[in-house]
């Protein structure tokens, strides 16, 4: 299963390992994250449990391999190799750094260690996975920080990257502190609170709004949310306000946040609806919401969609799955890339945080504080169960409470020290010596 | 299956539809473009086999109706609800721009007719899924023209959001003109031609660079694709030009891909490699690619990745999906959202499109040249065999290939002509004066 999920080239060098005799050597990989996306002060660790899952399940059916024999790359590949991947099992370790933990550029995520082809095919999956998650539980944090306390739901999924990707990003805003999401299936699947409105359609389905409004208070009781903009936002709220309790709330989608907020609260006030919330939905991003907080917008939660969903501002990451160590029957190699503009730190590590810095280290090191990366699949099994999303989500809520002022702010400020230990830069500098010398 | 995967509130505006006995009422949504993304001349329709098996098998499980009910919007929907969700089937209709169409601001790209609950439900999942594949053929076509006829392969599922998105933005890249992907299982599920070359870890797991070129082609034969940038390119290509061959290749990944690719070209054929191709990849989009191929650097293949899979410029599509007729048992309603600033226009369209400009028509009227929408599922069945991959793929470049000059550069041009039938504006006038008159 999902062994065809990843870059052909993945396959092509397990063949190659396999056919050069070398499938008996023990690698480690690290992922890393190379840079800070811009405007980050830091990322959020996000997707642990969809790698898990990955590795737990890799495997090849029949037909797969079967498409795989048929291709031109594969023309000198034994039947040896082809019974090897029908037989194909991760057999290694994973470690790796809890979801809800903030990291820096430099960084390993995780690391991945086995015979060299169970840790060279896992590539493209884990770089994918983690990433996306980690994005957008990095750009989710934003929002909730910027918003001050009050809530921050996810909205975003038409337009994430397929629908499965608008389920997984809603699991990754929870972890960033949204409180729910639109999406339902990752209320379903993952526990994330789910949160709903109504639509532009309902009322347009009425001949007007009054009576849309009325009967959906009907049907809806007290989580009722009138949606007040099909026609016009402030007469909508008139509407909602003559038909009373229940209301949970109200939903503005266009148009001037602020001053419609203001206009709509009273509206709502004088109605003798102080309970009744005001949401506001439509184009925000942490900048703006910062903004409406700072004028004292009357907004009670904030929906956030497009620019959550596709952590727009930073649709990628940049990061390495890269061969760290090399263990050859015995014989240990540190490996790294030395290339122009891309280059590799050999050795697999351990990230050490403390109250004044990040140390990055050699993984037999001993160091001060937090030991960030743990094991999590040790032989191809599972050490313990994950923490769980809520788990998860308060790791990442303390954790950011935790980070210097700075950091938390939306503008890029000085970046967090993070500095590597005296053992792994004399390795660093052996390892060039080995190469390159 | 699938029923959850969708927005909450699409599925509590299903519970108001049928408490309020309006399940009957037989409404017509649109999917349609907004705007174009920036840097965009159009746009080119890509992802509707996902929709059609989308809505050819949505239902609701058990377990799934199970969830639904314990939530507190849905407290006092009734028991006959619940049994109508259990049965829920797609019964209606999709009409469809087929895949490869470039489309224009304010077109739209299908419609979903059918009783109210159930056009309502997929907004969620046909927005993402439409607009995400869309963007990736509209990236992809970008490239291609680029290259001016040398070859684009998309490298990226490692940046996309999830490895899923992964296989399908290398589906939607083909349609756009890509040559091939990196992506196996888009080659398995959808016969997209698959490329590999070698990872930077098959070099270093080799004391040597050299050591590791020569097993290479032993396995891959004349696949071989060398990789030159794990410690020095030129070193690189002169052990790639020592082994001679079979060789089909060598890969640049990073560095100065103008100088670098001259002082390999001559390298190579130097040893008599004259056959052998060059490719780079690594942080390539359309302009780093025009530029190359302006200054003449002999590079046959181009791998593009990160701004690829995440179109990275244009990470969303403004889209909209509205209600635009309903017909209450048997009187007819034309239905638009009038809010400040986001307006949607009535009634059920076509687009016709001559070789002067698009007319959008009301969907009855006869007008010139082709209509781009097409019935895809009538009454719950597909109408005949969607396209083929291939067909779609032919379209595009046929499509594209006849697109004025001007919409074909890579910076954004007089836009194409697209108007309103008189039929259309008069719908429109009309229905603002009954709605806000």
New interface residues.
């Given amino acids: 299963m999902n062994g ?10 397990a ?3 396999f ?2 005799a ?1 499938a008996d ?1 023990k ?1 480690t ?1 690290e992922f890393t994250i190379r840079q800070l996306p811009p405007h980050r002060n830091f990322v959020l660790a996000a997707g642990l449990p969809h790698i898990v899952d990955y590795l737990l399940n890799l495997s090849f059916t029949s ?2 391999i079967d ?2 024999r048929n ?3 594969f ?3 034994s039947t040896a190799f082809w019974d090897y991947l029908r037989r194909f099992r991760f057999t290694g370790d994973l470690f790796a750094v809890p979801e809800g933990t903030p990291l820096f550029a430099g960084e390993p995520v995780l690391t991945i260690r086995g015979p ?1 082809i169970e840790a ?1 095919i896992p ?3 884990v ?3 983690i ?2 998650q980690t994005l957008i539980a990095s750009k989710a944090v934003r929002s909730v920080e910027a918003a001050g306390g009050r809530d921050v739901v996810e ?1 975003g ?13 809603a699991r990754a805003a929870y972890i960033g502190g949204c409180s729910g999401t ?4 990752a ?2 699947r993952y526990g994330v609170p ?9 009322v ?2 009425f ?1 007007c709004e009054m009576e849309a409004f009325r ?2 208070q ?6 009722t949310v009138q949606l007040l ?5 402030l007469e909508g709220a008139r509407h909602a306000a003559k038909l009373g309790s229940p209301l949970w709330g109200v939903r503005i ?3 001037d946040f602020l001053s419609l907020s203001r206009q709509i609260r009273t509206i709502l006030d004088e109605a003798g609806l102080r309970e009744s919330k005001i949401m506001a939905s ?1 184009d925000l991003d942490e900048y703006r919401i910062r903004d409406l907080v700072n004028a004292g917008a009357p907004i009670d939660a904030f929906g956030v969609g ?1 620019q959550l969903a ?3 501002d930073a ?3 940049s990061a390495t ?3 760290v160590e ?1 263990d050859i029957r015995g014989i240990q ?1 540190y ?8 280059i590799s730190v050999p050795g697999s590590k351990q990230v050490f945080r403390d109250v004044a810095r990040d140390v990055i280290a050699r993984s037999a090191e001993c160091g001060k504080g937090e030991a960030l990366l743990r094991p999590v699949i040790l032989g191809g099994s599972l050490v313990e169960p994950l923490p769980t999303l809520e788990q998860a989500r308060e790791r990442a809520a303390r954790s950011v409470a935790s980070l210097a002022p700075a950091l938390r702010q939306l503008e890029v400020g000085e970046p967090w020290p993070v500095i590597y230990s005296r053992e792994l830069r004399e390795l660093v500098d052996r390892t060039r010596r080995n ?2 010398g």
Avoid at 218 to 223: I, N, P
Avoid at 335 to 342: F, I, V
């Fill in positions: 065809l999920l990843t870059d052909l080239y993945e396959l092509t060098m063949a190659c390992y056919e050069t070398k050597e690698a990989f037909e797969e498409y795989l291709l031109a790359q023309r000198n590949a060299i060279q590539e493209t999956y770089l994918s996975a990433a996306f909205f999924t038409r337009r994430a990257h397929t629908p499965e990707a608008g389920v997984l990003g639109s999406n339902t299936l209320g379903f789910v949160m709903g409105t109504a639509a532009h359609s309902w347009m389905s001949p009967r959906l009907r049907v809806l009781g007290d989580s903009d099909t026609y016009d936002s989608d266009s148009g439509g497009t596709t952590s727009a649709p990628s990451l799955y890269k061969m090399l190699r490996t790294a890339k030395y290339s122009e503009d891309k190469l390159v």
